[in-house]
């Protein structure tokens, strides 16, 4: 009983701190000791942007289209072509006289081989990287290269935000992203975020180092290469990018699967968790990017550490904790099966989202622990 008490608290305790009790902490840290950046509006280093693609025939079309638009002098723009073999390259090529440079890769090799690519041809003091799927606000170049007036600042990291179909105007990016966006700027108002993503991902030139071609999480890999340089990783919430959500959970559940594999192996197989250069990196990326992964497996410890409990304490605590889990996860089922129908009902959504997350998460554990992570791209699906 005391051990099953132990694990029950500790799980507990631990899957409160990696959703709220961390989140609450850098908030108050952000108040009361923040570390400014100092940004420079008007600040205009040359910028490449960089957009690596495979397989993109649907979107690359209006991601150049939005390109062009963007209101940035001198702006380079490179696409590396990862070995399409659909129209990909053929649409590149039409905007080649419009300012686009088309870099063709004619086999396959990832996307790191694709970013090391960029990199080498990149003349811009800043390249930025982006996906090929999402939009930019015109001045989102802008905002996002202001903080790099600050010599500390290695990386900055833009918003997301999701295009409402329906009415074709955008909205924040869902519960999930706008926790998420405010966990990365009390992370940046206190000195660096451990979180990044594909979306905008801005880096000083100079301090990029070729990983190699096995690396899954690219930009990930790439923040920790610049903290561990001594720079500041921070995130910019006035550049914008816009973007098409997942349309189903199938599709986020394969996405968030090699997030997580790609997670494992830049905490543990590369070494970023033991070699972050202070402590205080360390405790976030134990905090944010170790303990998220882990909270499948610690819901699993939770749960049957309570059933026990319920089942042989008897108390009304533990009870009381087996009916709120059983009512949590009976949201997700109806949730999953709401999906199933083709409907989409909030109060089900949410717990469904977070325990579908989570089991992907444990996918992407088992590929990782099997290496069969893939580092090529999915085919995309057409919407």
């Given at each position: 009983?005391?051990?099953?008490?132990?694990?029950?608290?500790?799980?507990?305790?631990?899957?409160?701190?990696?959703?709220?009790?961390?989140?609450?902490?850098?908030?108050?840290?952000?108040?009361?000791?923040?570390?400014?950046?100092?940004?420079?509006?008007?600040?205009?280093?040359?910028?490449?942007?960089?957009?690596?693609?495979?397989?993109?025939?649907?979107?690359?079309?209006?991601?150049?289209?939005?390109?062009?638009?963007?209101?940035?002098?001198?702006?380079?723009?490179?696409?590396?072509?990862?070995?399409?073999?659909?129209?990909?390259?053929?649409?590149?090529?039409?905007?080649?006289?419009?300012?686009?440079?088309?870099?063709?890769?004619?086999?396959?090799?990832?996307?790191?081989?694709?970013?090391?690519?960029?990199?080498?041809?990149?003349?811009?003091?800043?390249?930025?990287?982006?996906?090929?799927?999402?939009?930019?606000?015109?001045?989102?170049?802008?905002?996002?290269?202001?903080?790099?007036?600050?010599?500390?600042?290695?990386?900055?990291?833009?918003?997301?935000?999701?295009?409402?179909?329906?009415?074709?105007?955008?909205?924040?990016?869902?519960?999930?992203?706008?926790?998420?966006?405010?966990?990365?700027?009390?992370?940046?108002?206190?000195?660096?975020?451990?979180?990044?993503?594909?979306?905008?991902?801005?880096?000083?030139?100079?301090?990029?180092?070729?990983?190699?071609?096995?690396?899954?999480?690219?930009?990930?890999?790439?923040?920790?290469?610049?903290?561990?340089?001594?720079?500041?990783?921070?995130?910019?919430?006035?550049?914008?990018?816009?973007?098409?959500?997942?349309?189903?959970?199938?599709d986020e559940f394969k996405r968030r699967a090699r997030i997580n594999a790609g997670r494992w192996q830049a905490l543990f197989s590369a070494g970023y968790l033991?070699?972050?250069?202070?402590?205080?990196?360390?405790?976030?990326?134990?905090?944010?990017?170790?303990?998220?992964?882990?909270?499948?497996?610690?819901?699993?410890?939770?749960?049957?550490?309570?059933?026990?409990?319920?089942?042989?304490?008897?108390?009304?605590?533990?009870?009381?904790?087996?009916?709120?889990?059983?009512?949590?996860?009976?949201?997700?089922?109806?949730?999953?099966?709401?999906?199933?129908?083709?409907?989409?009902?909030?109060?089900?959504?949410?717990?469904?989202?977070?325990?579908?997350?989570?089991?992907?998460?444990?996918?992407?554990?088992?590929?990782?622990?099997?290496?069969?992570?893939?580092?090529?791209?999915?085919?995309?699906?057409?919407?």
């Open positions: 009983m005391i051990i099953v008490e132990l694990l029950f608290w500790i799980c507990g305790l631990l899957l409160f701190w990696t959703y709220f009790g961390y989140p609450a902490f850098m908030y108050l840290r952000a108040k009361l000791l923040p570390q400014k950046v100092q940004k420079v509006e008007g600040h205009l280093p040359s910028v490449t942007l960089l957009i690596c693609a495979y397989n993109e025939q649907d979107v690359i079309g209006s991601k150049l289209d939005n390109t062009i638009r963007i209101d940035y002098p001198g702006l380079e723009v490179l696409v590396v072509n990862d070995g399409s073999d659909d129209k990909t390259r053929e649409i590149v090529e039409q905007y080649t006289g419009k300012g686009i440079t088309l870099v063709n890769q004619p086999q396959r090799s990832g996307k790191m081989t694709a970013v090391n690519t960029g990199f080498a041809l990149a003349k811009g003091d800043i390249v930025v990287l982006s996906d090929a799927s999402p939009d930019y606000a015109p001045d989102a170049l802008r905002h996002l290269v202001a903080s790099f007036a600050d010599a500390s600042v290695g990386v900055v990291v833009g918003t997301l935000a999701i295009w409402d179909r329906a009415t074709s105007v955008a909205k924040p990016a869902g519960l999930y992203w706008r926790y998420e966006a405010a966990l990365r700027r009390w992370e940046s108002q206190t000195g660096s975020t451990v979180a990044v993503h594909g979306n905008m991902f801005a880096m000083r030139r100079s301090l990029f180092r070729p990983l190699t071609g096995a690396t899954v999480n690219d930009e990930f890999s790439l923040a920790m290469e610049t903290l561990k340089q001594g720079f500041r990783v921070v995130y910019e919430p006035k550049a914008m990018s816009y973007d098409d959500a997942s349309d189903t959970m199938r033991m070699s972050a250069p202070t402590w205080d990196l360390r405790f976030r990326l134990f905090s944010h990017k170790l303990l998220r992964p882990l909270t499948p497996l610690l819901m699993i410890a939770f749960a049957v550490a309570t059933f026990l409990l319920a089942a042989l304490a008897n108390t009304a605590l533990y009870t009381a904790a087996l009916i709120a889990q059983g009512v949590f996860y009976g949201l997700a089922a109806a949730g999953w099966f709401a999906e199933r129908q083709g409907r989409k009902i909030r109060i089900f959504s949410i717990p469904y989202y977070f325990v579908s997350s989570n089991f992907a998460a444990l996918v992407g554990l088992w590929r990782w622990m099997r290496g069969a992570q893939k580092v090529t791209w999915q085919k995309r699906e057409a919407k």
